[in-house]
């Protein structure tokens, strides 16, 4: 650092010019330093900028990781978000009653529900994608229009084929999958099952036909049994004025035994005719069927037919109407007996269904079996096989079955078995019963 020195005898002056001093004895003298500060300004001046510069680099980083842990969790919110909702649109579709598949351009399933997996027995898997096409005819069902053309399908009914003596009525419907730009990348498909609604249908009209019918019938049915009432009386009394070995006693034997058979008919007619009203109680349904047993015992002893009963033990109390069902189960038992050769057998087996919904009651029997062509006649009113039958007694089991929001079926053989029938009545629990 630049400096000056300046030096300056200590103590001399004009009036001691000319004097002499020892010399052991020295002069004082005054030294002057002087520092100039220029430099240091500068590296100060120069300190502080680069202060400065390091300050304004610190706070730009600061300010920076702020914004971007900002951005971060901005985006991590909508990524949740959108997961979120991503999560649960897919369990929207795959709660829906309805079958929901989405299809590319050439037909390839790219994604589907579980009720659509059922309804058209597809496996779950991702693996291999299904070609719909293999499924649908894509031409007859319009779904190649939607692909193609972008035309939708709407509320279309038609019949998928599960296998070869099953098919499923389903309503289909089907929209085009567009862009923005309106390109076209596939289809949705939803499927409806009509299973039920066709079920429903048929009822309805069964019910109407059979209303078409019965009135009438019923207004006859009371008119023919007054006088049925009559000429049985003048038969019985005139067979009591002849012997018992006479042809006379024997002609007004048969009257009264045929009499009494139409009267049967006409009693059965009417019944059928009448609205029937639920009286539903707590039932205790083994307790029903070993009374039903109780009533044909005399008829399987007369015959040599054995009767087994499989009532599981500790079933609760069902909500039905007890002369309804012993009514129905009473019809069923008899068709069985009278459907068993000497020495066959008659088995009635009850369960209750998942969460109490109801109960069915199987009654099987060993015999001749029917013929398929007849199946679906056998719950016509006024269709039978028998001889002496009025085609009262089926039919009757399908309206007391369906007034329990129920219904009954037939096997015949029986799975697993090569012959004799199997009807299945199901009876829904009235205390779950849907209220309208």
């Not at 990524?79 to 929901?100: C, F, K, P, W």
């Not at 007694?393 to 219904?407: P, Y």
Request: hydrophobic fraction near 40%.
């Amino acid at each position: 650092m630049p400096m000056g020195i300046h030096l300056d005898p200590g103590g001399s002056s004009a009036g001691d010019q000319g004097s002499t001093r020892p010399a052991h004895i020295h002069s004082r003298a005054t030294v002057y330093l002087g520092m100039t500060m220029a430099v240091y300004e500068a590296a100060r001046q120069s300190d502080l900028h680069h202060a400065m510069i390091m300050g304004g680099i610190v706070l730009a980083l600061g300010g920076g990781g702020i914004y971007f842990f900002i951005v971060l969790r901005s985006y991590y919110l909508l990524n949740r978000t959108l997961q979120e909702t991503r999560d649960y649109t897919r369990q929207v579709i795959a709660s829906m009653v309805h079958g929901v598949l989405s299809i590319d351009t050439g037909g390839r399933v790219v994604s589907c529900n579980r009720q659509a997996l059922f309804l058209l027995s597809m496996p779950a898997t991702t693996i291999d994608p299904i070609d719909l096409k293999t499924v649908f005819d894509f031409q007859e069902t319009g779904i190649a229009q939607t692909i193609d053309q972008g035309v939708p399908v709407m509320n279309r009914e038609i019949r998928y084929h599960r296998d070869q003596d099953d098919w499923l009525p389903l309503l289909l419907t089907v929209t085009p999958i567009q862009d923005e730009a309106g390109n076209r990348n596939g289809a949705v498909v939803v499927l409806r099952d009509l299973s039920e609604i066709k079920r429903l249908e048929a009822q309805v009209r069964r019910t109407e036909r059979l209303a078409a019918v019965g009135r009438p019938g019923a207004g006859v049915a009371h008119e023919i049994r007054n006088p049925l009432s009559s000429i049985r009386g003048f038969a019985y009394l005139l067979g009591r004025d002849h012997g018992k070995e006479t042809p006379q006693r024997e002609y007004a034997d048969v009257m009264v035994r045929e009499i009494d058979r139409i009267n049967h008919v006409v009693t059965d007619l009417l019944d059928f005719s009448r609205p029937m009203v639920l009286e539903p109680e707590a039932t205790m349904l083994s307790d029903l069927v070993d009374h039903v047993v109780s009533l044909v015992s005399a008829d399987t002893k007369t015959h040599g037919i054995d009767i087994h009963v499989d009532c599981p033990t500790g079933m609760p109390p069902v909500s039905l109407d007890p002369n309804q069902i012993t009514q129905a189960l009473l019809n069923l038992m008899l068709n069985a007996i009278n459907a068993v050769e000497t020495g066959g057998a008659v088995r009635i087996r009850t369960s209750v269904l998942h969460e109490g919904e109801g109960v069915e009651v199987q009654v099987e029997d060993n015999g001749h079996g029917i013929d398929p062509e007849v199946q679906e006649k056998i719950f016509e009113p006024f269709y039978t096989t028998r001889e002496r039958g009025t085609g009262l007694g089926l039919a009757m089991v399908r309206k007391i079955a369906e007034n329990h929001d129920g219904g009954v079926g037939v096997e015949s053989p029986p799975p697993g078995k090569r012959g004799g029938t199997r009807f299945t009545l199901f009876l829904r629990n009235m205390q779950t019963r849907a209220i309208p």
